[in-house]
Structures are given as structure tokens and as C-alpha cells.
């Protein structure tokens, strides 16, 4: 059990019908959208899904203490009871700063709006994508209490 869901499993994703955020308004990006250690998560996914940024790391390698990090060094949890993390934030302005221009948006809060585990790359995948298919329905003035 990871933070009381099973492994892949993703509650509160509605077959609603409702319109979905058209195709053009998600946009992936190849940079982690969160978790101040990313530079050391071996996997990461982050998608814009019109006002909203689905991101999941993991598979955290962090340096050993002279911060040298290779093949060898070994795999942390990056949170309680899970190695991989999907977390679904409000998006903020994009990135447009020269030599980078990825277009990738900030936070506009740090705050998440919806997190969830997984021990496996695969049932990560599973969740980001799974998120990415609720978001395409929530608008952005719908309130926490609302998308949870």
C-alpha cells in the first residue's frame, strides 16, 4: 500500500462526458515540474493540461555525501512509502528566459492540488496519464475541494 492507495490505483477519475481541454492546449515538457531534488530522479514526466501542470518524479538517486552521483549510487524513497509521486498543481507564467525558452510554466502555487504514489515507473505512468485525463475537464476556478 502506498499513502493508502494501492499501487497504480488512481480514485476520482471521472467518465463525466464533459468537454475536454482540446489537444492543443497540452503540451509536455522534457524537465521535472517539481520536488527541489529532481535533478537526481532518473524519471520524470511533467504535462500542461490547460491550466494545470500534472508532474511525476522518481526514481531518486541523490549524491552521496562528497555529491558524487553515478550508476552505483543507490535508490531513495523520494516520499513516504513510494519511489515515484504525481502531483497535479496550478500553472503559472511560462519560462521564456534566454538559453532555455522551454515554455515550461512555473507554480503559480506551490500548494498541490492532487498527489498520488506509486512504487513502479509503470504505475506512475499510469497516474500521470490518469491525471492528465481528469484535468482535461476541470477548469480553473474550480476549487480543491472540488477536484479532490
Not at 69 to 85: H, L, M, N, Q, Y
Not at 87 to 97: K, N
Not at 109 to 115: F, G, H, N, W
Request: with cysteine.
Amino acid at each position: 500500500m502506498s499513502g493508502g492507495f494501492r499501487d497504480g490505483e488512481v480514485r476520482g477519475v471521472p467518465d463525466t462526458g464533459q468537454d475536454r481541454t482540446p489537444r492543443w492546449e497540452v503540451q509536455w515538457f522534457g524537465y521535472a515540474g517539481h520536488f527541489i531534488a529532481s535533478r537526481w530522479c532518473y524519471f520524470h514526466l511533467a504535462t500542461l493540461v490547460g491550466p494545470w501542470l500534472v508532474s511525476t518524479v522518481g526514481d531518486y538517486h541523490p549524491p552521496r555525501s562528497d555529491y558524487s552521483v553515478d550508476a552505483e549510487s543507490p535508490r531513495k524513497t523520494i516520499g513516504w512509502e513510494r519511489d515515484f509521486e504525481t502531483y497535479v498543481f496550478r500553472a503559472g507564467p511560462t519560462c521564456h528566459a534566454d538559453g532555455c525558452d522551454c515554455g515550461m510554466p512555473s507554480l503559480l502555487d506551490a500548494e498541490e492540488v492532487e498527489t498520488h504514489g506509486a512504487m513502479t515507473a509503470g504505475a506512475a505512468t499510469r497516474n500521470h496519464y490518469a491525471m492528465c485525463e481528469k484535468y482535461t475537464t476541470i477548469s480553473a476556478n474550480e476549487t480543491e475541494e472540488e477536484t479532490v
